[in-house]
């Protein structure tokens, strides 16, 4: 079903008023005025200080692109975030990523490749077109989205790093910086933020090297300038701010697999069957719904069943959570 | 402490305890009415720990009645107000319970019966709502001679038992890595240590007044 061809991209459908907080508008109408409005998107008035207004990305449709969703507000996918380099809270990602400095930025490519190199990132954003990917967003912790990603498969980056054969993971490695992240070590997790995925699994035509969400540049507490997203995972398995990739032979140590391995597989496919042990994964709490709406049955593979069912065929995915 | 300012702060500490509560109603109303995430983007979160923080806070400050009036002996008027803290607590408590019994639950026995039996955080959590539930009812005077102040008095000591509950219920809820339930514990710690201390202090000075 979400084979089906998309029509136009949300970032010129959707219209403005739709994915604002009405008083965030009504404020930023009344504090900067009509004509302003017109012209720009008023949740950037709202954006806190330090971050820059978003650069838009020229985005074109992708078949792969999830439709008969709707799509969560920007406002909420901009200030409900995980990104514990920048605080535990869902909302200190947006209040404290504006030390981030996404330039200049580049990507290590290293271990089981014809030769280590290094992207820079506006290199990595001319790589291929731009795509804009509606994907389902699951987060362990049993909430979910629906996001309007721009970016494009994550295997035409990695053709680009000619990985060797012997190689059969990637890992992922997150900037760790306190001078540009205070606060990362208020969270106790092994920095940097490591993440990784079985080769085939990355090189699934879903897995998308992400730029940008509603047709602009990823703000920086969405995982600026460039992460991953596997729309089939837990959100957790999707690094973000990447400066780091490393190709190798055996299943890489992750950050919240180390953490607590009772909890976070290495796998961690959304699975409504296996719960985690301090809560059901059967439901999700679908963000910006209305507080009688929220609650949501949890799909297999986050509905991408049909997709990625085949990469684990034969696996007990209960042992493999 | 006069009658007119233990009525005056009565009326004081109701209203401290109810605004929390309008003003969830009020944002819940909104959030019905005109703006969908006037609780935040996730509306049940909000909720969930609004009313599970509020019942923590209000037991523990239950709890901080006996040993601060025993600090301060011309604080004795404040026990007046344990009852009315107390139950608040429990109001609290059922609030929370109610969210999760609605919004998790879907008031889904099987689902319940699942997460009692599974998941260790809301039989901690259950336990502790389970445990303020005798206190709740024998919160009336006419309970306390009925049972004979001793047999109250221990009774009550419950509420340690149910605020150590609740705690160790936020703790297992939360991620792992996560520390915002170390506030609440560590004042929770306090008055436990602050009972036996000042209980010893009292009997080594007997002249300072004794009360239950």
């Known amino acids: ?45 709202v954006r806190p200080a330090g971050v820059e207004a978003a650069e838009k990305l020229t985005v074109v449709n992708s078949p792969l692109s999830t439709t008969g969703v709707e799509v969560t507000p920007y406002e909420d996918i901009t200030h409900y975030n995980n990104f514990y380099e920048f605080g535990v809270d869902k909302g200190d990602p947006a209040k404290n990523a504006g030390t981030l400095r996404t330039r200049p930025w580049s990507v290590k490519v290293e271990g089981l490749v014809k030769e280590p190199k290094t992207f820079d990132i506006d290199t990595l954003l001319k790589l291929k077109p731009m795509e804009e990917r509606v994907y389902r967003f699951r987060c362990v912790e049993a909430w979910s989205m629906v996001i309007p990603w721009a970016g494009y498969s994550l295997s035409e980056f990695i053709n680009a790093c ?59 507490q969405d995982g600026a300038p460039v992460r991953v ?12 701010s990447i400066v780091k990739v490393k190709f190798v032979k055996s299943q890489p140590s992750t950050t919240w697999n180390d953490m607590a391995p009772q909890e976070y597989g290495f796998y961690s496919n959304v699975n409504p069957n296996v719960d985690h042990p301090r809560w059901s994964q059967k439901t999700e709490r679908r963000i910006g719904f209305p507080i009688w709406k929220q609650r949501q049955p949890t799909l297999m593979f986050n509905g ?18 | 402490m006069s009658k007119r300012w233990i009525v005056a702060l009565k009326v004081l500490a109701h209203a401290a305890c109810l605004g929390p509560v309008v003003w969830l109603l009020w944002h819940l109303y ?41 600090l301060i002996p011309k604080l004795i008027w404040l026990v007046r107000f344990r009852r009315l803290l107390g139950l608040y607590a429990f109001f609290y408590a059922c609030l929370h319970l109610m969210t999760y019994v609605w919004l998790y639950a879907g008031f889904s026995w099987s689902a319940m019966v699942d997460d009692i039996s599974q998941r260790r955080f809301i039989t901690a959590g259950l336990a502790a709502w389970l445990m303020l539930v005798p206190l709740a009812l024998t919160s009336t005077a006419w309970s306390i001679r009925k049972l ?23 703790w297992w809820g939360v991620k792992s890595g996560v520390r915002t339930p170390m506030g609440i514990t560590v004042v929770l710690a306090v008055l436990l240590l602050a009972r036996p201390i000042l209980a010893a202090r009292q009997r080594s000075a007997p002249s300072v007044q004794r009360s239950a």
Not at chain 2, 34 to 63: C, Q
Request: proline residues 7%; charged residues 20%.
């Open chain 1, 1 to 45: 079903m979400i084979l089906k061809k998309s029509e136009i991209p949300t970032s010129e459908i959707t219209p403005k008023q739709a994915y604002m907080n009405r008083r965030a508008f009504m404020a930023a109408a009344a504090a900067t005025g009509v004509a302003a409005i017109a012209g720009e998107r008023v949740s950037r008035m």
């Open chain 1, 229 to 240: 997203i596997v729309p089939w995972k837990y959100g957790f398995k999707s690094a973000k």
């Open chain 2, 30 to 70: 909104l959030s019905v009415t005109s703006e969908p995430t006037a609780l935040g983007p996730d509306p049940t979160h909000t909720v969930t720990f609004f009313t599970g923080r509020g019942t923590l806070r209000l037991l523990v400050i239950t709890l901080a009645v006996t040993p601060v009036r025993r």
């Open chain 2, 148 to 170: 004979g102040g001793k047999n109250w008095n221990r009774l009550h000591w419950l509420t340690y038992c149910a605020a150590i509950a609740g705690v160790v219920h936020y």
């Open chain 1, 162 to 220: 000619e990985p060797l054969p012997s190689a059969k993971y990637v890992q992922f490695l997150s900037l760790a910086d306190s001078k540009q992240e205070p606060e990362i070590y208020n969270a106790h997790l092994n920095w940097p933020y490591s993440e990784g995925l079985r080769m085939d699994e990355a090189m699934h035509p879903l897995t998308l090297l992400t730029f940008g969400l509603y047709g602009e540049v990823l703000p920086n």
């Open chain 1, 304 to 321: 991408y069943g049909d997709q990625v069912a085949q990469l684990y065929a034969g696996m007990d995915l209960k042992k493999n959570y």
